[in-house]
């Protein structure tokens, strides 16, 4: 098994600039979620989607941010415009639903807005 | 507000040390608790608790939850430099699949 997939794995941009992260979950997951983490605010639940359809997104930080799961084998976390205060460091994690709730962590894609 | 508090937030001990990690929370409706490692990249799943006084066990890590008490301990026997990481706890509650983490126990094992 390929594991969750996320690209690009790094990505540096400037203030401004449209913002695409991707995930591909592993296969046959029904949950998807993205989380970020960093330094100050450590390890934050963004939004999850249970069987491509949104549950709560009470996490997204503002209106900057969207997320989309168009099947299900494919999540999008977008952030426009982006700025330095959104660096971090974004994982897409997956898992069977409830109560087999265990989530698999992709390796995450390390942002950085200049 | 659900919560979850590792204690404590750092720790340093020798190669060959016994510690214990300790997560309290406070949640709506609790399902389950888990623990997660984290080095220099993704957290990988560790264990997953349901039942108190039940004790999942795997090499020399243990972990056991006590639901009355609202609290998990992680155990490590005979530790070693590789098990240098921050460990982290998460609970799923009410709202079924949602985690919600703790800030997480640095461990730093020196030789």
């Known amino acids: 098994d390929a594991g969750v997939i996320q690209s690009p794995r790094h990505e540096v941009t400037e203030m401004g600039q449209e913002v695409t992260l991707r995930c591909k979950p592993i296969s046959g997951h029904n949950s998807l979620f993205w989380y970020r983490q960093t330094m100050m605010r450590g390890l934050e639940l963004l939004i999850y989607?249970?069987?491509?359809?949104?549950?709560?997104d009470s996490g997204m930080p503002e209106d900057r941010f969207s997320a989309k799961m168009p099947n299900a084998s494919f999540s999008t976390l977008k952030i426009q415009p982006s700025e330095p205060r959104d660096s971090a460091v974004y994982f897409c994690a997956s898992s069977l639903v409830a109560p087999q709730e265990t989530q698999y962590f992709g390796p995450g894609t390390r942002l950085l807005v200049l | 507000e659900d919560k979850v508090v590792q204690s404590p937030l750092s720790l340093v001990v020798h190669e060959g040390d016994t510690v214990t990690l300790n997560c309290s929370y406070e949640?709506?409706?609790?399902?389950?608790l888990l623990w997660y490692k984290q080095e220099k990249k993704a957290p990988t799943f560790l264990f997953m608790l349901?039942?108190?006084?039940i004790e999942k066990k795997s090499g020399r890590l243990s972990s056991i939850l006590d639901k009355k008490e609202l609290f998990s301990i992680l155990n490590i026997t005979a530790t070693q430099t590789g098990d240098s990481a921050v460990y982290l706890c998460?609970?799923?509650?009410?709202?079924?699949?949602?985690?919600?983490f703790g800030q997480g126990t640095e461990l730093s094992v020196k030789p």
């Open positions: 998460a609970v799923v509650g009410n709202q079924g699949g949602k985690l919600i």
């Open positions: 949640v709506t409706n609790f399902r389950s």
């Open positions: 989607f249970n069987n491509n359809v949104p549950i709560d």
């Open positions: 349901t039942s108190s006084g």
